[in-house]
Protein backbone atom coordinates (compact mmCIF):
# COMPACT_ATOMS: atom_id res chain seq x y z
CA UNK A 1 0.00 0.00 0.00
CA UNK A 2 2.04 3.12 -1.18
CA UNK A 3 1.97 5.55 0.54
CA UNK A 4 1.75 9.46 -1.01
CA UNK A 5 4.86 9.86 -3.51
CA UNK A 6 7.00 13.03 -4.76
CA UNK A 7 8.99 13.48 -7.07
CA UNK A 8 11.49 14.40 -7.80
CA UNK A 9 13.28 14.46 -3.87
CA UNK A 10 15.64 16.89 -4.87
CA UNK A 11 15.01 19.97 -7.19
CA UNK A 12 18.08 22.62 -8.13
CA UNK A 13 17.18 25.39 -10.47
CA UNK A 14 19.17 28.52 -11.65
CA UNK A 15 17.27 32.11 -11.30
CA UNK A 16 14.53 32.04 -14.16
CA UNK A 17 13.95 28.29 -14.88
CA UNK A 18 10.63 26.04 -14.01
CA UNK A 19 10.21 24.02 -11.32
CA UNK A 20 7.16 21.39 -11.66
CA UNK A 21 6.99 19.46 -8.80
CA UNK A 22 4.63 15.67 -8.58
CA UNK A 23 2.39 14.53 -6.52
CA UNK A 24 0.92 11.00 -6.52
CA UNK A 25 -1.61 10.40 -3.43
CA UNK A 26 -2.67 7.41 -1.87
CA UNK A 27 -4.73 5.09 -3.50
CA UNK A 28 -7.92 5.82 -3.11
CA UNK A 29 -7.68 9.63 -1.90
CA UNK A 30 -9.17 12.60 -3.97
CA UNK A 31 -8.16 15.55 -1.68
CA UNK A 32 -4.43 17.11 -2.48
CA UNK A 33 -2.96 19.38 -0.43
CA UNK A 34 0.74 21.25 -1.08
CA UNK A 35 2.59 22.91 1.82
CA UNK A 36 5.97 24.77 1.72
CA UNK A 37 8.48 24.55 4.84
CA UNK A 38 11.00 27.36 5.05
CA UNK A 39 13.99 26.31 7.35
CA UNK A 40 12.90 27.29 11.11
CA UNK A 41 9.45 27.97 10.44
CA UNK A 42 6.31 25.97 9.80
CA UNK A 43 4.34 24.20 7.37
CA UNK A 44 2.80 26.87 5.28
CA UNK A 45 -0.59 25.94 3.20
CA UNK A 46 -0.67 26.74 -0.22
CA UNK A 47 -3.31 24.84 -2.23
CA UNK A 48 -5.44 22.04 -1.39
CA UNK A 49 -7.39 20.51 -4.73
CA UNK A 50 -9.44 17.93 -5.84
CA UNK A 51 -9.60 16.11 -9.19
CA UNK A 52 -10.05 18.66 -11.77
CA UNK A 53 -10.45 21.33 -9.20
CA UNK A 54 -8.81 24.05 -7.22
CA UNK A 55 -10.96 24.07 -3.68
CA UNK A 56 -8.49 26.54 -2.23
CA UNK A 57 -5.46 28.30 -2.98
CA UNK A 58 -5.73 30.95 -0.55
CA UNK A 59 -1.67 30.63 0.16
CA UNK A 60 -0.24 30.51 -2.96
CA UNK A 61 1.32 33.66 -4.56
CA UNK A 62 -0.33 35.50 -7.10
CA UNK A 63 2.10 35.42 -9.38
CA UNK A 64 4.77 32.26 -11.05
CA UNK A 65 2.83 29.75 -8.80
CA UNK A 66 0.33 27.27 -10.05
CA UNK A 67 -1.22 23.49 -9.19
CA UNK A 68 -3.32 21.32 -10.91
CA UNK A 69 -4.61 17.79 -10.10
CA UNK A 70 -6.43 16.39 -13.89
CA UNK A 71 -8.45 13.66 -13.75
CA UNK A 72 -5.54 10.95 -15.10
CA UNK A 73 -1.70 11.76 -13.35
CA UNK A 74 -0.63 13.24 -10.65
CA UNK A 75 -0.75 16.67 -9.15
CA UNK A 76 1.42 19.33 -10.14
CA UNK A 77 3.10 21.92 -8.23
CA UNK A 78 4.21 24.40 -11.17
CA UNK A 79 6.93 27.72 -10.17
CA UNK A 80 7.53 29.58 -12.77
CA UNK A 81 10.51 32.26 -13.19
CA UNK A 82 12.23 30.53 -9.94
CA UNK A 83 13.59 33.12 -7.52
CA UNK A 84 15.85 32.10 -4.34
CA UNK A 85 13.37 33.06 -1.93
CA UNK A 86 11.72 29.73 -3.51
CA UNK A 87 13.99 27.42 -2.32
CA UNK A 88 12.54 25.61 0.38
CA UNK A 89 11.07 22.05 0.75
CA UNK A 90 7.46 21.51 -0.72
CA UNK A 91 5.23 18.90 0.40
CA UNK A 92 2.33 16.99 -0.61
CA UNK A 93 -0.27 15.73 1.25
CA UNK A 94 -3.46 13.48 0.37
CA UNK A 95 -6.72 12.54 2.62
CA UNK A 96 -9.37 10.27 1.46
CA UNK A 97 -13.04 11.48 -0.04
CA UNK A 98 -15.86 12.28 1.55
CA UNK A 99 -16.25 14.54 4.72
CA UNK A 100 -12.36 15.25 4.66
CA UNK A 101 -12.58 17.86 7.92
CA UNK A 102 -12.13 14.56 10.42
CA UNK A 103 -9.42 12.64 8.17
CA UNK A 104 -5.80 13.69 8.93
CA UNK A 105 -4.04 13.91 6.30
CA UNK A 106 -1.03 12.01 5.01
CA UNK A 107 2.31 13.71 3.58
CA UNK A 108 4.90 12.85 1.22
CA UNK A 109 8.63 12.69 1.72
CA UNK A 110 8.49 16.11 0.46
CA UNK A 111 10.63 17.84 -2.84
CA UNK A 112 13.70 20.15 -1.50
CA UNK A 113 13.82 22.77 -3.81
CA UNK A 114 16.90 24.63 -4.04
CA UNK A 115 17.17 27.85 -6.41
CA UNK A 116 21.10 28.96 -7.34
CA UNK B 1 -9.85 33.18 11.70
CA UNK B 2 -8.19 29.70 13.26
CA UNK B 3 -4.93 29.52 14.84
CA UNK B 4 -2.18 27.50 16.64
CA UNK B 5 0.12 28.29 18.96
CA UNK B 6 2.71 26.47 20.42
CA UNK B 7 4.75 28.40 22.99
CA UNK B 8 7.71 26.26 23.16
CA UNK B 9 10.38 26.21 20.38
CA UNK B 10 12.30 23.80 22.03
CA UNK B 11 11.56 20.86 24.86
CA UNK B 12 14.86 19.07 26.73
CA UNK B 13 13.71 16.08 28.10
CA UNK B 14 15.95 13.14 30.12
CA UNK B 15 15.36 9.88 28.58
CA UNK B 16 12.69 7.80 30.43
CA UNK B 17 11.27 11.15 31.34
CA UNK B 18 7.70 12.08 30.87
CA UNK B 19 7.20 14.40 28.33
CA UNK B 20 4.88 17.30 27.42
CA UNK B 21 4.93 19.59 24.12
CA UNK B 22 1.63 22.25 24.35
CA UNK B 23 -0.28 23.18 22.27
CA UNK B 24 -3.19 26.01 22.00
CA UNK B 25 -5.51 26.76 19.39
CA UNK B 26 -8.41 29.31 18.58
CA UNK B 27 -11.22 28.49 16.48
CA UNK B 28 -14.47 30.04 15.97
CA UNK B 29 -16.73 26.52 15.74
CA UNK B 30 -16.15 23.02 16.92
CA UNK B 31 -12.07 22.47 17.05
CA UNK B 32 -10.87 19.14 14.92
CA UNK B 33 -7.00 18.98 16.93
CA UNK B 34 -4.13 16.60 15.22
CA UNK B 35 -0.33 15.87 16.31
CA UNK B 36 2.00 15.06 13.57
CA UNK B 37 5.73 14.54 13.71
CA UNK B 38 8.55 15.15 11.14
CA UNK B 39 11.83 13.54 11.39
CA UNK B 40 14.88 15.41 10.06
CA UNK B 41 14.55 15.44 6.07
CA UNK B 42 11.22 13.26 5.95
CA UNK B 43 7.07 14.18 5.38
CA UNK B 44 5.24 14.57 8.66
CA UNK B 45 3.73 11.62 10.13
CA UNK B 46 0.02 11.62 12.11
CA UNK B 47 0.23 10.63 15.28
CA UNK B 48 -3.29 11.49 17.15
CA UNK B 49 -6.25 13.26 16.23
CA UNK B 50 -9.34 14.27 18.53
CA UNK B 51 -12.87 14.74 16.73
CA UNK B 52 -15.45 14.35 19.23
CA UNK B 53 -15.97 12.37 22.46
CA UNK B 54 -13.40 11.12 25.09
CA UNK B 55 -11.03 14.54 25.98
CA UNK B 56 -8.09 11.64 26.52
CA UNK B 57 -7.10 10.42 23.01
CA UNK B 58 -4.05 7.63 22.55
CA UNK B 59 -1.89 7.91 19.50
CA UNK B 60 1.20 6.03 17.63
CA UNK B 61 4.49 5.34 19.36
CA UNK B 62 2.80 5.63 23.04
CA UNK B 63 1.95 8.98 23.27
CA UNK B 64 -1.79 10.51 23.91
CA UNK B 65 -3.40 14.21 24.26
CA UNK B 66 -6.00 15.86 26.33
CA UNK B 67 -8.73 18.28 24.90
CA UNK B 68 -9.36 20.76 27.54
CA UNK B 69 -11.84 23.11 26.00
CA UNK B 70 -11.82 25.67 28.90
CA UNK B 71 -8.52 26.19 27.97
CA UNK B 72 -8.49 25.67 24.65
CA UNK B 73 -5.50 23.12 24.63
CA UNK B 74 -3.91 19.68 23.25
CA UNK B 75 -1.20 18.87 24.85
CA UNK B 76 0.82 15.81 23.79
CA UNK B 77 2.16 13.53 26.17
CA UNK B 78 4.26 10.27 26.94
CA UNK B 79 4.78 8.77 30.22
CA UNK B 80 8.43 7.68 29.59
CA UNK B 81 10.35 9.55 26.18
CA UNK B 82 12.57 7.59 24.58
CA UNK B 83 15.88 8.83 22.31
CA UNK B 84 13.71 8.16 19.33
CA UNK B 85 11.10 10.49 20.21
CA UNK B 86 13.46 13.35 19.19
CA UNK B 87 11.76 15.17 16.13
CA UNK B 88 9.80 17.82 15.29
CA UNK B 89 6.43 17.59 16.57
CA UNK B 90 3.24 19.84 14.93
CA UNK B 91 -0.46 20.36 16.57
CA UNK B 92 -2.48 21.42 13.69
CA UNK B 93 -6.23 22.89 13.90
CA UNK B 94 -9.56 22.80 11.69
CA UNK B 95 -12.80 24.29 12.64
CA UNK B 96 -14.84 21.09 12.31
CA UNK B 97 -18.12 23.35 11.76
CA UNK B 98 -19.86 23.92 8.32
CA UNK B 99 -18.32 23.50 5.06
CA UNK B 100 -14.29 23.25 3.91
CA UNK B 101 -11.97 24.72 6.20
CA UNK B 102 -8.44 24.30 6.01
CA UNK B 103 -5.67 23.13 8.64
CA UNK B 104 -4.01 25.44 9.89
CA UNK B 105 -0.14 24.65 11.93
CA UNK B 106 1.79 25.74 14.73
CA UNK B 107 4.84 26.30 14.22
CA UNK B 108 6.41 23.80 15.66
CA UNK B 109 8.01 22.13 18.47
CA UNK B 110 11.42 20.64 18.53
CA UNK B 111 11.68 17.63 21.17
CA UNK B 112 15.09 16.69 21.97
CA UNK B 113 15.72 13.79 24.15
CA UNK B 114 19.02 13.19 26.06
CA UNK B 115 20.06 9.90 27.14
Known amino acids: NAGVMQNPRHLVRRRGQEARLRCSPM?????VYWYRQLPEEGLKFMVYLQKENIIDESGMPKERFSAEFPKEGPSILRIQQVVRGDSAAYFC??????????????FGPGTRLTVT | AQSVAQPEDQVNVAEGNPLTVKCTYS??????LFWYVQYPNRGLQFLLKYITGDNLVKGSYGFEAEFNKSQTSFHLKKPSALVSDSALYFC?????????????FGTGTKLQVIP
Open chain 2, 27 to 32: VSGNPY
Open chain 1, 27 to 31: KGHSH
Open chain 2, 92 to 104: AVRDGTGGYQKVT
Open chain 1, 93 to 106: ASSPPGTGAVYEQY
